[in-house]
C-alpha cells in the first residue's frame, strides 16, 4: 500500500530570489517628477514688477530616464504673466535620478495684494517603453504690496492765532 502526504513548511529569513515578472517590475519603477528646490529674484516680489522664477527638477526614478519632457508653467487667475518666450520647455532626454535647473522671466500682475499666489508646473513625459506620465507641482509665490496714501480735495477753514481750525481731505 502507498500512502502520501503534502504540507507546507514555511521558512522564515531566507531570500530566494524575486519572482516579480518584467511587467510588474516596470509598473512599480514609475518615473516621478518633483521640484527639488525653488527661488525667486529679487527675493521679494513686488506687485507690478518682473522677477524670475527658477527652480530646479528631479526625476526621482532610479531605474528608468524618460524622454519627450515637457514642462508647462501657469497661474490661477492669470497672477503672473510670461514677460519674455514660451511658459513651454522642452527636454527630450532625461536620465534616471537626473536634476536640471530651468528659469523663466515673469511678470506680477499691477493690482495684486499682498498674499501668496500659486504658480502651477506641470510635466507631461513618457518612459523608453512607450508608457506616458504627467504631474503637476504648485509653488506658492509671496507677493508683496506696497500701498500709496494719496491726498486728494484738501480743504481748510480760516485760521486765527491761538484759535482751532478744520482741515479735510479724501
Do not use: C, H, W
Request: negative net charge; proline residues 2%; aromatic residues 10%.
Amino acid at each position: 500500500e502507498e500512502y502520501s502526504l503534502s504540507k507546507k513548511i514555511y521558512i522564515v529569513g531566507v531570500d530566494i530570489g524575486d519572482n516579480t515578472s518584467e511587467e510588474e517590475t516596470d509598473k512599480m519603477a514609475k518615473p516621478k517628477m518633483i521640484i527639488s528646490s525653488y527661488g525667486v529674484a529679487p527675493n521679494e516680489v513686488v506687485a507690478g514688477d518682473i522677477f524670475s522664477l527658477g527652480f530646479t527638477f528631479k526625476n526621482t526614478s532610479k531605474e528608468k530616464k524618460i524622454r519627450n519632457l515637457k514642462i508647462t508653467i501657469s497661474s490661477k487667475e492669470g497672477a503672473f504673466i510670461i514677460t519674455r518666450g514660451s511658459n513651454t520647455f522642452y527636454i527630450e532626454e532625461m536620465e534616471k535620478g537626473a536634476m536640471l535647473t530651468r528659469e523663466i522671466e515673469l511678470k506680477a500682475k499691477q493690482d495684486l495684494a499682498s498674499n501668496s499666489y500659486e504658480v502651477n508646473i506641470s510635466f507631461d513625459y513618457e518612459d523608453f517603453s512607450g508608457n506616458e506620465y504627467s504631474s503637476t507641482e504648485i509653488l506658492n509665490i509671496p507677493v508683496i504690496e506696497y500701498s500709496k496714501l494719496v491726498i486728494n480735495s484738501v480743504f481748510a477753514s480760516e485760521g486765527y492765532v491761538n484759535s482751532t481750525a478744520n482741515l479735510s481731505f479724501d
